[in-house]
């Protein structure tokens, strides 16, 4: 089984990119889900989290703050740097679980491992192709704005903790534009996923 890396900035629209590959019947494992998923009530991660950053981080029913952990961590460098030391080689176990599961329902040859911070991390070493969906970072923070409720200097914090545009491009197998509409979005996945059943068949 292939494993084809699919990554993206922030707001540049990867969630819908990985519904197109859905529909043609690709599996997909979802780092954010992970990165979810190992901090969950009960975990060691959230445990850790809690000691260090205090109970404040908390909700009322004991799930994590999300958004307050966000703006602490975007806010002092070093903060986040823990953060990744403690969650980054958990989250990775677990995808590479994931993606060797025999119970995932594999119609393809390939599946997908959709990361944000594909790049940044050592998840790329997991990964056969690099795919980037991409689009302009003038369209990335009206995006995430639009969609998270974040101002723009954190919206901009968050990009300048992620690889450049221009590097995350260069270091791409393939580039899905999705700065064009849906239809023109479609074809790109199409176009891409029929030279992947090619080159892995």
């Known amino acids: 089984m292939k494993i084809v890396g699919l990554t993206g900035g922030i707001g540049s629209g990867k969630s819908t990119v990985v519904r197109i590959f859905g529909d043609l019947g690709v ?9 979810r998923e190992v901090v969950e009530p009960g975990t060691a991660g959230l445990a850790a989290i809690a000691e260090h950053f205090g109970r404040e981080i908390l909700q009322a029913d004991g799930a994590l703050d ?29 995808l590479v679980r994931q993606l060797q599961s025999p119970d ?8 997908l491992l959709v990361s944000p911070l594909l790049l940044e991390t050592d998840q790329h070493e997991l990964v ?35 690889m450049a545009r221009d590097e995350r491009r260069s270091r791409a197998d393939a580039v899905i534009d999705n700065n064009r509409p849906l239809q023109d979005v479609e074809r790109q996945v199409c176009e891409l996923h029929n030279r ?5 068949r």
Do not use: G
């Not at 997909?28 to 992970?34: E, G, L, S």
């Not at 969609?147 to 919206?155: E, L």
């Open 196 to 200: 992947f059943l090619f080159e892995f």
């Open 66 to 94: 999300r958004a307050a952990l966000r703006q602490r961590v975007f806010e002092n460098p070093e903060e986040r740097h823990w953060l990744e030391r403690l969650l980054h080689p958990v989250i990775r176990e677990e």
């Open 128 to 162: 056969d192709r690099i795919v980037v969906v991409d689009v302009p970072e003038d369209i990335q923070i009206e995006r995430t704005m639009a969609r998270d409720d974040n101002s723009q200097a954190q919206v901009e914090r968050i990009m300048a903790a992620q």
């Open 27 to 35: 599996h997909w494992v979802d780092a954010d889900d992970v990165a």
């Open 104 to 111: 995932a329902p594999y119609s393809q040859p390939y599946v």
